[in-house]
C-alpha cells in the first residue's frame, strides 16, 4: 500500500506519460453521502493490447524494460478492494486507458488522500508538454483545472517558470480549501 492517494495518482500519471499520453484527465470526487472516495486517470496513450491488460494487475509483471516488477497498479487494486472499494481498467490498444478506483471513506485501512493542491502543481509544472485536466469534486463543491486553458492564456509563458508557479500555487490554494 502506498502512502497516500495522491501517491498513487501521480504513479498513474507517470505510467500514462510514459506511454505517450499528452493528454491527462484525472477525476477526484469525495463523497461523505455515499462513504466514497472515488479516482480515475484517463489518457490517451498508446493504451494496451488484451494480454498486457490481463497482466498488468499481476506485481510480477511490467512492460518496463529492465524492471521484472510493476508494483503501482497492484497495489492500487489491492488497496481498493481492501478498503471496500472497487478497481476497474480499460484500454484500447492506440487510444489510451482509463484507470479507476473506488474507496469506502470510513475503512480503517483508507490511507490519507494526501495533499491533492501540490500533486496538481507539481504534475502541471513537472510536465509542460502533457495537457492535464483535473476535475475535483466534493458533495457540495467542484473545480477545475486546464493546463490547456491555461497555457493559452499564458501566450507562450512557460507553465513552469516561478512567476507562473507562484500564482498557481495561490490560485490552487484559494480555490480548493474546500476539499479536504
Known amino acids: 500500500m502506498m502512502d497516500e492517494i495522491c501517491a498513487h495518482i501521480a504513479d498513474l500519471v507517470v505510467n500514462s506519460i510514459s506511454a505517450g499520453a499528452k493528454h491527462i484527465k484525472v477525476s477526484i470526487e469525495k463523497s461523505n ?11 490517451d496513450g498508446k493504451g494496451m493490447d488484451e494480454s498486457t491488460l490481463k497482466h498488468v494487475i499481476d506485481p510480477f509483471f511490467s512492460t518496463k524494460t529492465g524492471r521484472k516488477v510493476g508494483l503501482g497498479i497492484p ?4 488497496t481498493a478492494e481492501t478498503c471496500g472499494g472497487s478497481f476497474n481498467i480499460k484500454s484500447i490498444q492506440g487510444k489510451g486507458t482509463d484507470i479507476m478506483a473506488s474507496f469506502q471513506l470510513s475503512h480503517p485501512d483508507l490511507p490519507p488522500l494526501g495533499n491533492v493542491k501540490d ?6 509544472i513537472s510536465n509542460p508538454e502533457v495537457d492535464f485536466f483535473f476535475d475535483i469534486k466534493n458533495d457540495i463543491m467542484s473545480f477545475t483545472f486546464n493546463t490547456k486553458e491555461i497555457k493559452t492564456l499564458l501566450d507562450g509563458l512557460p507553465i513552469n517558470s516561478p512567476e507562473v508557479i ?15
Not at 33 to 43: A, G, H, I, R
Not at 75 to 78: Q, S
Not at 119 to 124: A, D, E, G, R, Y
Open 33 to 43: 453521502v455515499k462513504n466514497e472516495l472515488f479516482v480515475k486517470v484517463s489518457d
Open 75 to 78: 497495489l492500487l487494486k489491492g
Open 119 to 124: 500533486t496538481i502543481l507539481v504534475l502541471s
Open 166 to 180: 507562484k500564482f498557481l500555487k495561490n490560485y490552487l490554494d484559494e480555490h480548493l480549501d474546500f476539499f479536504n
